[in-house]
C-alpha cells in the first residue's frame, strides 16, 4: 500500500529534550515535506527537500533540522523544543516534475506533538 | 495580510445540500489551484486541482477559479454525511507543488 509514515503519532515531552519526527514513504518519491498546522493558521512548510542531500527552509525554519540521507526518510528534529512548538506535524511527499505538476502531495496521518 | 484567506467555518448543513466554500488570495502569481480534503485524525488528501481560471467538474464537485477576483470556490452538491471533513484551498504559482500555500480550512458538517 502506497503511504507515508509518521512518527510518533502522539507525543508529549518537556522544553529542551531533544526529539526526532521519523517520516518514511514507500513511493519513490523524489519530493518531502514537513507542515505544521495550527489552528486559524493552516499549514505551514517547515523545511522542503528536492532529492537526496538536498534541502531547504520553508517559511518556519526556526527551530528545527532536517536531513535527507536516503530518498525514503525525511525526519525532522527538533534539537530543544519549546512550548511554541507544540502543533500538529505532517509530511509529505511529491513526484518531482518538472513544473506544472498537479500539486497533489501525499500526506502521512500526522504527529501531534506537547511541549510543556 | 495572509496571501490565502478562507472562513473556517464552522458550516453545518443537512444531507443533501449543496455547499459552498470559499477562498480569496492576493497573489496574482498563483496559478495552481487545488482543494485538499481532511478527515479528522488523518492527514489532507487531494480532492480537486485546477490550472489558472475555469470551472473542474468531478462527480458531486465543482471547483471554480476566477483569478480576476482572486477568487476560488468549491462546490459540493447532494452533499453527504461522508462529506464532513475540513476543507483546506491551496495555491501556487508555476511550479506546482513545490510552494503550496495553504488557507487555514473550514470544517464542514453534513448531518443526516
Known amino acids: 500500500e502506497a503511504q507515508v509514515t509518521q512518527n510518533p503519532r502522539y507525543l508529549i515531552t518537556v522544553t529542551g529534550k531533544k526529539l526526532t519526527v521519523t517520516c518514511s514513504q514507500n513511493m519513490n518519491h523524489e519530493y518531502m515535506s514537513w507542515y505544521r498546522q495550527d489552528p486559524g493558521l493552516g499549514l505551514r512548510q517547515i523545511y522542503y527537500s528536492m532529492n537526496v542531500e538536498v534541502t531547504d527552509k520553508g517559511d518556519v525554519p526556526e527551530g528545527y533540522k532536517v536531513s535527507r540521507k536516503e530518498k525514503r526518510n525525511f525526519p525532522l528534529i527538533l534539537e530543544s523544543p519549546s512550548p511554541n512548538q507544540t502543533s500538529l506535524y505532517f509530511c509529505a511527499s511529491s513526484f518531482r516534475r518538472g513544473g506544472g505538476s498537479t500539486g497533489e502531495l501525499f500526506f502521512g496521518e500526522g504527529s501531534r506533538l506537547t511541549v510543556l | 495580510q495572509k496571501e490565502v484567506e478562507q472562513d473556517p467555518g464552522p458550516l453545518s448543513v443537512p444531507e443533501g445540500a449543496i455547499v459552498s466554500l470559499n477562498c480569496t488570495y492576493s497573489n496574482s502569481a498563483f496559478q495552481y489551484f487545488m482543494w485538499y480534503r481532511q478527515y479528522s485524525r488523518k492527514g489532507p488528501e487531494l480532492l480537486m486541482y485546477?490550472?489558472?481560471?475555469g470551472n473542474k467538474e468531478d462527480g458531486r464537485f465543482t471547483a471554480q477559479v476566477d483569478k480576476s477576483s482572486k477568487y476560488i470556490s468549491l462546490f459540493i452538491r447532494d452533499s453527504q454525511p461522508s462529506d464532513s471533513a475540513t476543507y483546506l484551498c491551496a495555491m501556487s504559482s508555476f511550479g506546482g507543488y513545490n510552494k503550496l500555500i495553504f488557507g487555514a480550512g473550514t470544517r464542514l458538517a453534513v448531518h443526516p
Open positions: 485546477t490550472y489558472s481560471s
